[in-house]
């Protein structure tokens, strides 16, 4: 789980609530599902609509894929520096042919890094390992960030959707106001709440949803180029001490791999 998302998620909607909680005794008023069907029901067929339904549960998916820990953690950026220097020691000391061996029970795990070590064992130079992963990695990171895209989408249309269920009830409110005008002020009241549910869900759910979920793939974007980078100079054969510095002048020099170091453990 990740806490701070959790923790953060709890701490706006507990503000929300206090501030209700402060201002008035009549809680229920804040409570009508007539508007937040029309809300999340509308934006939900928009979306369906506009996008094809793969995709749209793949977005759904990563709103709540954001109170889950992200796959790639910071710290993880140097063990892969560290696992290409591994190989370039490998392959310095037994070819080529040691690197297939060694990497078998990665491939299973991660597809891309599987992919990287198949072009290096079939004798492809650094540029054309470096070029034949960049296009995987931009392609994958196009088709993972469609989902982004219709998170975007999805809280552009929630608050549209909130003031049409705002205008429905305002229609309704001064089709009754002939008959009892003391209705207009609840009546008011209960119009204005499609918007306040349109309003909270595009930016307390949809809008974050959104911008962590490119966060993520990017990091996951940064951390093959990283790993594109060391896998293309393994295939050419440069000795890891300069595998070493140029996987390393990617990263934050807090978080760098030392050969040495790592020797004397």
Known sequence: MSLPTIIAFTLSLLLFLGAIVESTTNFKIFLHLTGFLM???GTLAATHVGFEARYVKQALGNIRAIFFSPKMARGMLTNEVARVIRWGYL???SGIQALEADSKSIKGQD???GFGVNLVVSGY???EV???????IESTFQRHTVSVEILKYMASNAPAFGMMATLVGLVIMLDNMGSDPSKLGPGMAVGLLGTLYGVLF???ILMPAAEKAHQRESIIRFRNMLVAEGLA?????RNPRFIQDAMNS???PAIHFDIDKAAKK
């Open 233 to 237: 100079l393994l295939a050419d054969r």
């Open 125 to 127: 130079t650094g540029a």
């Open 250 to 252: 990617y990263l934050d």
């Open 111 to 113: 597809a891309f890094l």
């Open 39 to 41: 809300v999340v029901g």
């Open 130 to 136: 470096r070029q034949l992963l960049e296009n995987q």
């Open 202 to 204: 595009a930016r307390l």
């Open 91 to 93: 392959v310095q000391k």
